[in-house]
């Protein structure tokens, strides 16, 4: 299969304006690789030793063309991961807020969380049990956390 195809069908739907273009991109390449062949079919210039001038200068502009090409490309990629980012950054602190509220609502004493209740000493197995077996709710959020994170992030 070729890559343009297993491109196509590897890519997320909803991601599919912010990858590469790459059928575009391709089509340049090719143009350059066109260019370069008719450049050398004209021959060279026996003073100079290059390709005669005109073939060059077609040449040079395609390769100005893909290399604009390419830039626009990465800067749309740029943008989206950082808007991505963003996203993610924003429900990651909605769910810590939700889960340190979790928290607050569920501990007795004024305890903060477990990190609090290990700093105060609270170590002992049959102290932290009833707090651990009331902290469902807790690690369900963090749970939907770590899975939110997981499934936003795309696979290598």
């Known amino acids: 299969m070729k890559f ?23 089509h ?11 450049r050398e079919q ?11 001038g005109t073939g060059h200068e077609k040449v040079e502009a395609k390769e100005d063309d893909l290399i604009t090409a390419l830039d626009e490309n990465l800067a749309k990629v740029i ?3 950082l ?7 924003g429900r990651l602190e909605q769910l810590d807020l939700q889960i340190h509220s979790r928290e607050q609502q569920r501990l007795p004493g004024g305890h903060h969380g477990l990190a609090d209740m290990e700093a105060a000493g609270v170590h002992d197995a049959e102290l932290s049990a009833p707090l651990l077996a009331g ?3 807790v690690e369900a ?11 936003s992030t795309p696979a290598a």
């Open 4 to 26: 343009s195809h297993q491109l196509k069908f590897n890519t997320v739907p909803e991601w599919r304006d912010n990858y590469i273009h790459y059928a575009g991109l391709k």
């Open 28 to 38: 340049i390449v090719y143009a350059i690789a066109k260019a370069e062949a008719q």
């Open 42 to 52: 004209h021959g060279t210039d026996t003073d100079e030793g290059h390709l005669s």
């Open 79 to 81: 943008r989206f991961f």
């Open 83 to 89: 808007a991505k980012e963003a996203e993610t950054s």
């Open 135 to 137: 902290n469902a709710g």
């Open 141 to 151: 959020l963090r749970k939907a956390r770590v899975e939110y994170w997981l499934s």
